[in-house]
Nanobody
């Protein structure tokens, strides 16, 4: 059974940093494209933030380029999102996601519809 558990969220001030972690289990983590998504309200669609494939190739959404870094530690079955110089518009619930089995490469599109498994999310709040 696929399980994704996010941690590391919190409340910070504008310009500060946070590192999110996602502990994965129940599937071969090293063989899956993984991603981070976010949304500000429960009714919004999830916005793609970053994704990383099995070779470490990443796709980062334009609004966070230069500030956010996605990485993975296959030995620990853990996905990370390093977030620097946080802005109030980065506030939201952040979700870890895994592509379906057989999808080790992410492709160019960073869309929620390509991901099959989701964590419960971790809240990030950035004050101005």
């Amino acid at each position: 059974q696929v399980q994704l558990v996010e941690s590391g969220g919190g409340s910070v001030n504008h310009g500060e940093s946070l590192t999110l972690s996602c502990a994965a289990s129940g599937f071969p983590f090293n063989l899956r494209c993984m991603g981070w998504f976010r949304r500000q309200t429960p009714t919004e669609e999830r916005e793609g933030v970053a994704q990383i494939d099995i070779e470490g190739t990443t796709t980062i959404t334009e609004s966070v380029k230069g500030r956010f870094t996605i990485s993975r530690d296959n030995a620990k079955n853990t996905l990370y999102l390093q977030m620097n110089n946080l802005k109030p518009e980065d506030t939201g619930m952040y979700y870890c996601a895994a592509r379906p089995g057989g999808y080790g490469y992410c492709g160019e599109q960073l869309g929620a519809t390509y991901f099959a498994s989701w964590g419960q999310g971790t809240q990030v709040t950035v004050s101005s």
